[in-house]
């Protein structure tokens, strides 16, 4: 298992994973963590780096590293269904909850999006209420917004997508 850190506009980007894909990325206000050296990190956290540092520069509007987050079949299934909510729009957390296909699943789907272990890259940043508002973000709402900002998801329009 490797881990670096990186800084980006958010804070600094913690990155975990092996040969088999990356397992976690979080984002804290400090390093906390130190770089495994870069001859022995696992290629997917190498091009994990390359990919994100890409997107925050803008240059990139998706991923495609291997992928390797431990959860529950459930979470698995939820986490899944956030990568198909495409770059620049939102969805609110009883649309995603029908997406799954158990709309009364909305609070184990909320608890399933705050368990990503794949910030950005798994975007549950995208998932909002229903009413538009933004709630919930274990990285904080201040770094929800300027996600959904970067992304263009308030851009297109003065209210976010809801469907």
Request: aromatic residues 10%; charged residues 20%; contains cysteine.
């Amino acid at each position: 298992m490797t881990t670096t850190v990186f800084e980006s506009p958010l804070g600094f980007v913690r990155i975990t994973g092996d040969e088999n894909g990356v397992s976690a990325i979080s984002c804290k206000d400090v390093s906390g963590a130190e770089n495994s050296p870069e001859n022995t990190m696992a290629a997917p956290v190498r091009i994990a780096v390359e990919q994100l540092q890409d997107y925050f520069s803008g240059g990139r509007k998706s991923f495609d590293f291997p992928l390797n987050p431990a959860g529950t079949a459930f979470q698995q299934t939820v986490w899944r269904a956030l990568l198909d909510v495409p770059f620049g729009t939102t969805l609110s957390y009883l649309t995603l909850s029908r997406r799954i296909g158990d709309e009364k699943a909305i609070r184990a789907v909320a608890a399933a999006n705050g368990r990503n272990p794949l910030w950005i890259v798994v975007p549950c940043h995208r998932i909002i209420g229903s009413d538009g508002s933004l709630t919930g973000y274990a990285g904080g709402l201040w770094r929800k917004q300027w996600l959904l900002e970067h992304e263009g998801a308030f851009a297109r329009s003065n209210q976010l997508s809801l469907f």
